[in-house]
Nanobody
Framework: QVQLVESGGGLVQAGGSLRLSCAAS????????MGWFRQAPGKEREFVAA????????YYGDSVKGRFTISRDNAKNTVYLQMNNLKPEDTAVYYC???????????????????WGQGTQVTVSS
């Protein structure tokens, strides 16, 4: 089993920045593709960003493209989400997720992820 622990959420004004971190347990972190998802009250969980095990390929949801950047440091078993130019509509609980790299299909497909963190709250004020 893989344990994921998120950190870095908080309150920020519109136009500001935050960096989220997700630390994974175990020594096989490099065998997993990683994703970030978010869920606002009353809405479905939506795809934010994903990164291949090697860090060489990244993917973004349309609503965050150009503003958010996903990265990973396999030596530290950690994935990051740098969020710039935040907007009030970015307010949500952000979740880190992991899936084995051999799994095929869209990175936005929620059921393809086997492991999830506890979530961290991001609130953007206007």
């Amino acid at each position: 089993q893989v344990q994921l622990v998120e950190s870095g959420g908080g309150l920020v004004q519109a136009g500001g920045s935050l960096r989220l971190s997700c630390a994974a347990s175990g020594r096989t972190f490099g065998s997993y593709d990683m994703g970030w998802f978010r869920q606002a009250p009353g809405k479905e969980r939506e795809f934010v960003a994903a990164i291949r095990w090697s860090g060489g390929s990244t993917y973004y949801g349309d609503s965050v493209k150009g503003r958010f950047t996903i990265s990973r440091d396999n030596a530290k078993n950690t994935v990051y989400l740098q969020m710039n130019n935040l907007k009030p509509e970015d307010t949500a609980v952000y979740y880190c997720a992991a899936r084995r790299t051999y799994i095929s299909g869209s990175y936005s497909n929620i059921p393809s992820y086997d492991y999830w963190g506890q979530g961290t709250q991001v609130t953007v004020s206007s």
